[in-house]
């Protein structure tokens, strides 16, 4: 980035943290993060009685940028009042991690700028939240939404999934997939919904036609 975009973002992070909200450490903190789209959302610190409860700069931002529908970013600004350049907290890193790995970190104080994968080497990510086959087993799946859309083969008498969600305590994700969904499909069969199904193409019985685009009971079916 430009160093007047860097510069932009710094000078916004700056006006953020007169809005800061310390009365207990006195220390101040603004930040502005940059969506892809080049739209700016500013952040300040607020601080509660209840110390644990205070909230950063950079999260303030971050999700104020989230709540109004903006996701991707690639940069962000951090301004403080302390006589050191102030680096995110952990937490703030971990939360910024979930949408980019390689956000740009801009610093008042400091003309170098980072990268906030050299901040933090071996974040908790989503791959870690893979369930194993036997969790996948204790937890189950409480129901699915089944949406289908119809094709011309067979005089329209013939689905295929167009969407799967599954809602419960079981993840359903591209990794977990091939494990969750054929007993779910056993399951409708057994509960006459499902004449065949091949490759994410199934044909629907009566009840499965009248229920095409409802919630599916499946519970405890893995």
Do not use: W
Request: net charge neutral; charged share 25%.
């Amino acid at each position: 980035m430009s160093s007047t975009g860097r510069n932009e973002l710094i000078d916004a992070a700056n006006s953020a943290l007169k809005n800061a909200y310390s009365p207990y450490s006195k220390f101040r903190v603004g930040a502005a993060i940059r969506s892809k789209e080049g739209k700016i959302f500013t952040g300040c610190n607020i601080e509660n009685a209840s110390y644990s409860l205070a909230v950063c700069a950079e999260r303030v931002a971050l999700f104020k940028a989230v709540s109004e529908g903006y996701k991707s970013f690639d940069s962000i600004a951090i301004s403080s009042s302390g006589v050191k350049p102030a680096f995110p907290c952990g937490a703030c890193r971990q939360v910024l991690m979930e949408f980019n790995p390689d956000l740009r970190i801009y610093l008042d104080q400091v003309p170098t700028n980072y990268q906030l994968s050299d901040l933090i080497s071996h974040p908790f990510s989503r791959d870690q939240m893979i369930l194993s086959e036997t969790d996948r087993k204790i937890l189950g799946t409480r129901y699915l939404e089944l949406l289908c859309e119809k094709t011309q083969e067979n005089q329209g008498k013939r689905f295929r999934f167009s969407k799967i969600e599954v809602y419960g305590r079981d993840r359903l994700d591209a990794y977990n997939r091939d494990i969750v969904i054929p007993p779910i499909i056993q399951k409708l069969r057994q509960l006459g919904y499902i004449e065949e199904y091949e490759n994410d193409e199934i044909s629907l019985t009566p009840l499965g036609r009248k229920n095409c685009g409802k919630q599916v009971v499946v519970d405890e079916i893995i």
